[in-house]
């Protein structure tokens, strides 16, 4: 027994929580040790102090509340309006247990976490969990998924604008019109429902796999990004965005806002076509999007193919796309794809599917995917 308590006494010290350990009561020393010790485990920062509130101290001083900024502490009753930076035990701030964690009410919040620097942004974690599963958590984490302003669908003449802590069951659910019909096709077929009801589209934006199913729809919708930051706002083609495996153009302080789709004509038509290993809850094989429109007499104005799960990040077909103008959208449109228009793809081998296998998958799913669209 006391040889347990003075190993995680040690770990205590090592963790700098040596003060806390030694002003505790002997009968609270077994629950500051225990917590000096999950401090120690999952990476929480020095003497268990907010990094928000301990950023914001001026230099020299262990921690200074600042009001509104992390609610864990708010909750606590740590925070202190307008007082100097004191001693963080007072304040209460010492005694917080486990990972840094801030769940931001207002968009402004986050803005500020990230602007402050060594936060990674948490929606709802499907990414972000497993991938982190076996490692101690070494940042903080600022958690977007409450956030009202990112949790909006808007549509109006000139497209749709999804906020980007929109799930996949809220997507999957709303109404679209036929030129979008790709989105909530892909929606459909992102794992299983209890992932659909807590993955996000920005999350599946940011996380920029080769596998993500609904960049490969965003990206034949020609959908935009609305990035944000505590300096403002920039807008950035998906396209341009996702520059490789996991890669993608955001900045250290900028979040993903919203995800713009422009509107196409009433004739406009898209679909979304998934190859897995098995029918639900299955990482693609390959998968391809595809958005039709055309003109009163049917012929082809604007054509979009996007292929995923065969590059390091999902690619359009463009020499495909211009040969398609001008044609009839009734025509047999399967016909006119060529194998060369696929070359641009770089599928690799993996324990899902073979490199050749892929690739001649996604020929045939883009085959099918144009006979679907036109129908
Ligand atoms: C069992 C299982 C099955 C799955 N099946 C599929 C599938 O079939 N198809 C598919 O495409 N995906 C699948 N996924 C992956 C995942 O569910 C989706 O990519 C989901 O959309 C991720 O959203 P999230 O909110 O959970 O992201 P999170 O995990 O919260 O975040 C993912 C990454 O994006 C960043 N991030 C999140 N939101 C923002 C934002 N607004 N701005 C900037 N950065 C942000 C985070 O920092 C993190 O790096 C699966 C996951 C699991 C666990």
């Given at each position: 027994m006391f040889g347990v308590l003075g190993v995680l006494g040690v770990l205590g010290v090592l963790q700098g929580r040596r003060d806390a350990v030694a002003r505790a009561p002997p009968a609270r020393w077994v629950s500051e040790a225990a917590r000096a010790w999950f401090g120690l485990k999952y990476g929480r920062g020095a003497g268990g102090l907010c990094r928000l509130e301990s950023r914001a101290g001026p230099a020299g001083t262990r921690a200074r509340p600042v009001p509104g900024r992390c609610r864990r502490c708010r909750d606590r009753g740590a925070?202190?309006?307008?007082?100097?930076?004191?001693d963080s035990s007072e304040a209460g701030v010492e005694s917080m247990a486990g990972p840094e964690y801030v769940r931001a009410h207002r968009l402004q919040e986050a803005l500020e976490c990230l602007a402050a620097g060594g936060f990674e942004i948490l929606c709802g974690g499907t990414d972000w969990y497993p991938a982190n599963a076996q490692r101690a958590c070494s940042t903080a984490l600022v958690d977007i998924s409450g956030l009202s302003e990112l949790r909006q669908i808007e549509q109006d003449e000139s497209g749709v604008e999804i906020g980007a802590a929109v799930t996949w069951s809220e997507i999957r659910e709303a109404e679209w019109p036929a030129s979008m019909a790709a989105l909530p096709a892909a929606a459909r077929e992102i794992g299983g429902i209890q992932i659909q009801n807590t993955g996000s589209i920005g999350g599946n934006v940011c996380n920029a796999s080769p596998a993500a199913d609904g960049i490969v729809a965003l990206l034949a919708l020609d959908a935009r990004l609305v990035l944000a930051s505590r300096r403002g706002t920039r807008e950035l083609a998906l396209a341009e965005f996702v520059a490789g495996a996991r890669r993608t153009l955001l900045r250290r302080d900028e979040l993903l806002r919203a995800v713009r789709i422009p509107a196409r004509g009433r004739r406009a038509r898209s679909v979304f076509a998934k190859l897995g290993s098995?029918?639900?809850l299955v990482i693609s094989i390959a998968m391809v999007a595809v958005q039709l429109d055309s003109d009163e007499a049917g012929r082809i104005l604007t054509a979009a193919i996007a292929v995923g799960s065969c590059s390091a990040h999902a690619l359009r077909l463009g020499v495909l796309e211009a040969r398609l103008l001008?044609?009839?959208?009734?025509?047999?449109?399967?016909?006119?794809?060529?194998?060369t228009d696929l070359a641009g793809l770089a599928p690799i081998d993996d324990v899902r599917a073979g490199r050749a296998y892929r690739q001649s998958a996604a020929e045939i799913l883009v085959r099918r995917a144009l006979t679907e669209a036109k129908a």
């Open positions: 925070l202190r309006s307008d007082g100097p930076a004191g098995r029918r639900h001008g044609h009839g959208v009734s025509e047999d449109l399967a016909a006119l794809v060529r194998p």
